[in-house]
C-alpha cells in the first residue's frame, strides 16, 4: 500500500544550526507534500507545502525541496530556534482528500 | 482564520462506556471533516471521512459500529468511541477542509486532538 517514510525520529541540533527532516513517498501519483508542526495543546498546524510542479519552496526560515524522480522531500530549517522544537510531520496526497502521514521526526533545538 | 477547535482536550473512562468528542470549524464553514488516530510514536492514521449531511466513509480496518461518526452540520462533527476498551486509547485528532474555493481543496486545518484514556 502507500506509505510515507520519515528521518530521523529524533533530531537534536544546537541553537542557530540548521535541520533536515528526509520523507521518501511510494505513490507516484501524489502530488502535494505538507509539512506539519505538532505540539502539545496547539495541535498540527501547516508550516510548508509544495506541489510536485515546483522543486523547491521557501518560507523565511524554512524550506521544502522536492525530488520527483527519486520520491522524497526535505524540510529545511535553518537558524533553528527553542521554539522549533516540536514533532514534525510531513505527507503526501495525489490531490485528493487523504493524506498519507510520516512517522514523525521529534527536533529538539538545545539553547 | 482557519480554526479547528476538539473538545475535550483530555477525557478518561471506564470500560465499556461510550465517549464523545467534538470537532468544530470555528471561523469557517468545512466541506469535510477527517478524523484520525495517533498511538505513542507512531503517525495519523485516517479513520474515516465525513462529509455534512451525509454518512462516513471509514477507512479499511475501521469499525463503523464502533466508531460513530456524526456531521450534523458545516461547522461540527462528532466522534463516539463506543463501549471503550483499553486498547481504544490512543490520540484522536480531527481536520476539516474549508469550502473556500480560493483554498487548495486538498488543504487541511488540525485540531488539536483528543488524548483518550480508557482504564
Known amino acids: 500500500g502507500e506509505n510515507v517514510e520519515q528521518h530521523p525520529s529524533t533530531l537534536s541540533v544546537q541553537e542557530g544550526d540548521s535541520a533536515v527532516i528526509k520523507c521518501t513517498y511510494s505513490d507516484s501519483a501524489s502530488n502535494y507534500f505538507p509539512w506539519y508542526k505538532q505540539e502539545l495543546g496547539k495541535g498540527s498546524q501547516l508550516i510548508i507545502d509544495i506541489r510536485s510542479n515546483v522543486g523547491e519552496k521557501k518560507d523565511q526560515r524554512i524550506a521544502v525541496t522536492l525530488n520527483k524522480t527519486a520520491k522524497h522531500f526535505s524540510l529545511h530549517i535553518t537558524e533553528t530556534q527553542p521554539e522549533d522544537s516540536a514533532v514534525y510531520f510531513c505527507?503526501?496526497?495525489?490531490?485528493?482528500?487523504?493524506?498519507?502521514f510520516g512517522t514523525g521526526t521529534r527536533l529538539k533545538v538545545l539553547a | 482564520g482557519a480554526v479547528v477547535s476538539q473538545h475535550p482536550s483530555r477525557v478518561i473512562c471506564k470500560s465499556g462506556t461510550s465517549v464523545k468528542i467534538e470537532c468544530r470549524s470555528l471561523?469557517?464553514?468545512?466541506?469535510?471533516m477527517f478524523w484520525y488516530r495517533q498511538f505513542p510514536k507512531q503517525s495519523l492514521m485516517l479513520m474515516a471521512t465525513?462529509?455534512?449531511?451525509?454518512?462516513?466513509?471509514?477507512e479499511q480496518g475501521v469499525e463503523k459500529d464502533k466508531f460513530l461518526i456524526n456531521h450534523a452540520s458545516l461547522t461540527l462533527s462528532t466522534l463516539t468511541v463506543t463501549s471503550a476498551h483499553p486498547e481504544d486509547s490512543s490520540f484522536y485528532i480531527c481536520?476539516?477542509?474549508?469550502?473556500?474555493?480560493?483554498?487548495?481543496?486538498?488543504?487541511?486545518?488540525f485540531g488539536p486532538g483528543t488524548r483518550l484514556t480508557v482504564l
Open positions: 465525513s462529509n455534512e449531511g451525509s454518512k462516513a466513509t471509514y
Open positions: 505527507a503526501a496526497s495525489s490531490g485528493t482528500y487523504k493524506y498519507i
Open positions: 471561523d469557517f464553514q468545512a466541506t469535510t
Open positions: 481536520s476539516a477542509r474549508t469550502m473556500d474555493h480560493t483554498r487548495p481543496m486538498v488543504e487541511q486545518f
